[in-house]
């Protein structure tokens, strides 16, 4: 498919722990966002990417938190030292910005569980 | 002051009748634009329609309808003609500012089921 895609899909990990979050956005779209999903409500925003750089990272929650996108297209969110509250759906979303497409398309998510 | 307010945690409705999701939001800003989207039980968020300020007629997609009162900052979601698949979480978003890159602020959610 030509979707957005995150992997793993699920991520079991132990508290103090480093983990690695990758996301594809559909070929082509050059702006790419990370969201969180915490249980019973809606995305918050994390950090926001246009091209290579970050554009909006005011969503961080701290710098345990980080996001790179090194060639304008994957990208990967780093969190240190996980914590338990950390334990979310994290969710992935990009978009054109070209053209009249005002929509963010979502990939299905990654469940990070931290013990 | 929370941007996205859906006041509907949970809605139960009849298979093949209309329903009707509500969504205030609160902005300063002259120029902004409203989505709607669906995240079945699987996790997945779709989107389902889009609404710019400055759209005069309300946003239509299918059986879907947005009943966009600017005056009255409301955004309501209708769905014509449910359907069980229809069954899922809905979520009220909200872009501000002119830039399409913005980010999107959600609501909480009205999760909605549909009864055979």
């Known amino acids: 498919g030509a979707g957005v895609s995150q992997t793993p899909s699920n991520k079991v990990t132990e508290k103090g722990k480093y983990v690695e979050l990758r996301c594809d956005p559909i070929?082509?779209?050059?702006?790419l966002y990370w969201y969180r999903q915490s249980l019973g409500q809606g995305p918050e925003f994390l950090i926001y990417?246009?091209?290579?750089?970050?554009?909006?990272d005011s969503g961080l929650p701290n710098d345990r938190f980080f996001a790179v996108r090194p060639e304008g297209s994957v990208s990967t969110l780093k969190i240190q030292r996980t914590e338990r509250g950390d334990s979310a759906v994290y969710l992935c979303?990009?978009?054109?910005?070209?053209?009249?497409?005002?929509?963010?398309?979502f990939g299905p998510g990654t469940r990070l569980l931290v013990l | 002051a929370q941007k996205i307010t859906q006041t509907q945690p949970g809605m139960f409705v009849q298979e093949k009748e209309a329903v009707t999701l509500d969504c205030t939001y609160d902005?300063?800003?002259?120029?902004?634009?409203l989505f709607w989207y669906k995240q079945p039980s699987s996790g997945e968020m779709i989107f389902l329609i889009y609404?710019?300020?400055?759209?005069?007629q309300n946003a239509t997609e299918g059986r879907y309808s947005l009943n966009f009162q600017k005056a009255r900052k409301s955004a309501n979601l209708v769905i014509s003609a449910s359907q069980l698949g229809d069954s899922a979480m809905y979520f009220c978003?909200?872009?501000?500012?002119?830039?399409?890159?913005?980010?999107?602020?959600f609501g909480k959610g009205t999760r909605l089921h549909i009864l055979p």
């Open positions: 978003a909200m872009r501000e500012g002119p830039n399409r890159d913005d980010k999107i602020i």
């Open positions: 609404q710019g300020s400055y759209d005069e």
């Open positions: 990417f246009q091209g290579t750089g970050a554009a909006d």
């Open positions: 070929s082509g779209h050059t702006a």
């Open positions: 902005t300063s800003d002259q120029s902004y634009g």
């Open positions: 979303a990009s978009s054109p910005t070209s053209g009249m497409d005002e929509t963010q398309y």
